[in-house]
């Protein structure tokens, strides 16, 4: 559910599923489709474009899902792929050294010899789609208790992962939609050797910084090229997307392939206001609690600024993002539009006997689950979702911890993320030889722990335990600097030996783990049980409902999973003033006049050099209507010929509300131009070695 995306979006694992009800017509635009379920007839009607299957899967098998949560698309047929910056900028950082400041200074590889391997991204192509909801829901009997009908639900999809990985070697996920409504399985294609091939500089890519921030105009070169190795060598793909170098033009069709994280466009009012009341303000007090500490920890020296760069970005992102959610969340427009969504619903099934008893006890439910949430989600944030401990190196205490444990059980009855099918992935994470910085990981546990106290109190048995007679900074430093779980070798190790290695280990930070460990797995199962299986359970009555008296295409709310969108190439009216569709490379270096070029809006040397040279009328980016949420980023945009136009970044303030509902009468999603991207590498980067890759069809 949302509540559970809320929490997970801090640590970059962005996933949702809520029902999306088809009682009112949709938005002009509206909608993040299925891939097996597109729509064709509403793109037909409104636009006179025939999605035809094999249009389809081209761009199905372009698109890419990044493990850091964002999107990507290959652009080549040597395994060249393109994404946001700030999707890459995870890999950047991790190689990056106070003597190679990549993210700073960018970087391009004139050969593949020169291409960076990244230390822990991972790639996922979608390959094929198949219906499981037989199987999944069969598991579950109307006289389980919701306990047992979790356990039962978990054991089926473990069991068909494994089973569909053993048979096929790809990476299988059964995934929820309209809240256990429907269950399909992913099979992707996984790529685990990445390495980077260009990133321009931080100050380009997010020229105007956090002030520019989901605003509108922007002229941000937010783009990083990557390339996929199998076997040690460049992947060979039979599908990738070719740039079309003439762009797009105001009122084109344009399409879009990505995986939105999550949305919450048709939770019921009780869940909304839950969101908006408690859940959040708690995660928007806590960006901000981070984005002052990193500022702080940033502002002493250089190379500190180096190390918290990408945390600091993505804190900031997330303090807007958070605002966002809530002014939506409050306004009583939106409230007015889904509550009287929801009373047309539930009129209809009130009114047809077969209906309510069916499916009209979902309301309630869905209350007295949100009740029960209400009464644990602060705990469940600070411990199972590691708001208190949300750092490098107690994860990956808490993974061997888990995994130890997770082990001695069967593959049916393992958490979710410690399936045999997730294996490869959590072995990844937990043995990746990225950089682990003392100082930036102490000031941030420490943070971390002050807020646990904040919330539990001094006195708590748990707070007392964790900090084992100390202040929280005393111990913040004395479980960094006293853990040996920098070294790869010990984490392989004490993985090695299992339950008994981990149980006798005087590891602090093992220790800690353990000692956090039972009461987080506890707030998990009270969730799991009492909370996430009765609203799944409720949600899937009223997706039920939904199609039971509604007719037409209809989608799942986002769920990190392969969607396809579409919209139009359109600017918006502010203010009285209308800003326009495109902006200009030519208007980059005029925004950044107006501000003395000084950052967040200084232009990069290369780009002041290259002036004489570049056609000033490029369009640098571009508005549209396409429906998108966080996850978007890094999504390729298409044109009806299924060639590459352009590629998401942002969206403007007002677009922060589709998390809730679409609208487009402001609301706008914002991309990099195609043009812009060539115009720069051939006439700035003079990246003669990509764009001729680029050029071939």
């Known amino acids: 559910m949302s509540r559970l995306r809320a929490s997970v979006s801090l640590i970059r694992a962005v996933v949702a599923c809520v029902v999306v009800l088809a009682v009112v017509p949709l938005a002009a635009d509206e909608g993040m489709w299925l891939f097996n379920a597109p729509p064709v007839r509403t793109l037909q009607e409104r636009y006179g474009f025939t999605a035809k299957p094999q249009w389809l899967a081209h761009l199905q098998k372009s698109a890419i899902r990044m493990n850091v949560g964002g999107s990507a698309s290959f652009v080549s047929a040597d395994g060249l792929l393109l994404t946001n910056h700030h999707v890459g900028l995870d890999c950047i950082e991790k190689f990056s050294t106070a003597e190679h400041d990549y993210a700073k200074a960018g970087y391009l590889a004139r050969t593949r010899a020169e291409e960076k391997k990244c230390a822990d991204l991972e790639m996922n192509v979608l390959m094929s789609i198949e219906d499981v909801t037989p199987r999944v829901a069969g598991a579950v009997t109307p006289s389980m208790s919701a306990a047992d009908a979790d356990k039962a639900r978990r054991a089926a999809m473990n069991t068909i992962e494994k089973e569909s990985f053993d048979k096929t070697g790809l990476r299988s996920d059964v995934v929820t939609l309209f809240q256990g409504a429907e269950y399909q399985l992913y099979r992707y294609k996984k790529y685990t050797d990445v390495r980077l091939v260009f990133a321009p500089e931080a100050s380009i890519s997010f020229f105007g910084g956090d002030p520019d921030n989901f605003e509108y105009p922007r002229y941000d070169l937010d783009i990083c090229f990557f390339r996929a190795y199998e076997n040690d060598k460049p992947a060979r793909v039979d599908h990738f997307l070719w740039m079309d170098p ?19 466009r048709m939770n019921s009012i009780a869940d909304v206001r839950f969101l908006g009341d408690e859940l959040f303000p708690f995660f928007l007090d806590f960006a901000r609690r981070r984005e002052v500490l990193l500022r702080a ?49 539930r009129r209809k099934v009130e009114s047809d006997p077969e209906l309510k008893q069916k499916y009209g006890d979902a309301w309630q439910t869905i209350e007295r689950a949100d009740a029960v949430f209400r009464s644990i989600f602060r705990q469940h944030a600070l411990l199972e979702s590691g708001v208190a401990f949300d750092r490098v190196l107690f994860r990956k205490a808490r993974t ?29 994470q937990l043995y990746s030889e990225a950089p682990v910085y003392d100082d930036l990981q102490t000031v941030e546990l420490a943070s971390g722990l002050s807020h646990l106290v904040e919330v539990l109190g001094l006195d708590d048995p748990l707070v007392l335990q964790v900090l084992a007679g100390r202040s929280p900074s005393a111990r913040a430093y004395e479980l960094v600097h006293g853990t040996n779980l920098k070294d790869v070798a010990f984490r392989k190790q004490l993985a090695a030996g299992g339950k008994a290695a981990i149980e006798t280990s005087d590891d602090p930070m093992i220790r800690l783990a353990r000692i956090v460990d039972p009461k987080s797995r506890e707030l998990r199962t009270a969730y799991e ?52 569709w495109r902006t200009t490379i030519g208007g980059a270096f005029t925004h950044a006049a107006e501000h003395s070029n000084q950052p967040p809006f200084d232009l990069p040397r290369s780009w002041l050099d ?36 352009g590629i998401f970044f942002d969206t403007n303030l007002e677009a922060l509300g589709w998390d809730f509902v679409y609208d487009d009468r402001q609301g706008r999603a914002i991309a990099v131009d195609v043009r812009a991207i060539l115009e720069a590498l051939q006439q700035i980067y003079k990246a003669d070695n990509i764009l001729s890759e680029l050029k071939q069809k």
């Not at 409902?545 to 600017?571: C, N, Q």
């Open 246 to 264: 003439a762009g797009v033009k105001d009122g084109d069709l344009i399409l879009i392939a990505g995986h939105p994280g999550g949305t919450d």
């Open 529 to 580: 049980q009492r909370v996430e299986e009765p609203l799944r359970q409720a949600y899937a009555k009223i997706a039920r409902a939904s199609f039971a008296t509604s007719t037409g295409e209809t989608y799942p709310d986002a769920t990190f999973t392969l969607r396809l969108g579409f919209g139009t190439v359109k600017g918006f009216e502010e203010a009285g003033r209308s800003l326009p």
């Open 297 to 345: 920890f940033s502002e002493r020296n250089e190379e500190n600024a180096r190390r918290a760069h990408d945390e600091l970005f993505f804190s900031e992102n997330s303090r807007k993002a958070w605002i966002g959610y809530i002014d939506a969340a409050q306004d009583p427009a939106v409230m007015k539009k889904k509550a009287e969504s929801e009373a047309a619903l």
């Open 610 to 645: 290259a002036k004489p040279r570049l056609n000033l009328d490029t369009p640098m980016n571009f508005l549209s209507t396409v429906d998108t949420i966080g996850g978007n980023s890094g999504s390729p945009i298409v044109s009806r010929q299924g060639d590459f136009v």
């Open 400 to 428: 061997l911890v888990r995994l130890a444990e997770e082990n001695s059980k069967s593959n049916s009855e393992r958490l979710r993320e410690y399936r045999d099918s997730n294996r490869e992935s959590v072995e990844q």
